[in-house]
């Protein structure tokens, strides 16, 4: 089992930056790669990052060049760094991790972007 805490989430103006925190604990140990998921209201849920254990990095074409993806192993924690934000982006944004025997899911997180 993988318990997942999501923080970070929060109101902030277009061109404004948040970053994202999803802590894991548990079996940690057997997480082969960390990713970022977000689903804004009416619309389906959609993939926004990735890390994989050996550090490669993808992102959406819709985030590429204003969000990065990094971790701290020392934490268990993975981060997601949002810059230059704009009213698409609000969302929930979800902490993933997939292990050999199932995926985990964090709570969510809410991101609104507005003036």
């Known amino acids: 089992q993988v318990q997942l805490v999501e923080s970070g989430g929060g109101l902030v103006q277009p061109g404004g930056s948040l970053r994202l925190s999803c802590a894991a604990s548990g079996s940690s140990a057997s997480i082969l790669t960390r990713k970022w998921y977000r689903q804004a209201p009416g619309k389906q849920r959609e993939w926004v990052a990735t890390?994989?254990?050996?550090?490669?990095?993808a992102y959406a074409d819709a985030v590429k060049g204003r969000f990065t993806i990094s971790r701290d192993n020392a934490k268990n924690t993975v981060y997601l760094q949002m810059n230059s934000l704009n009213p698409e982006d609000t969302a929930v944004y979800y902490c993933?991790?997939?292990?050999?025997?199932?995926?985990?899911w964090g709570q969510g997180t809410q991101v609104t972007v507005s003036s």
């Open positions: 890390i994989t254990n050996g550090g490669t990095t």
């Open positions: 993933y991790v997939g292990t050999p025997l199932r995926p985990y």
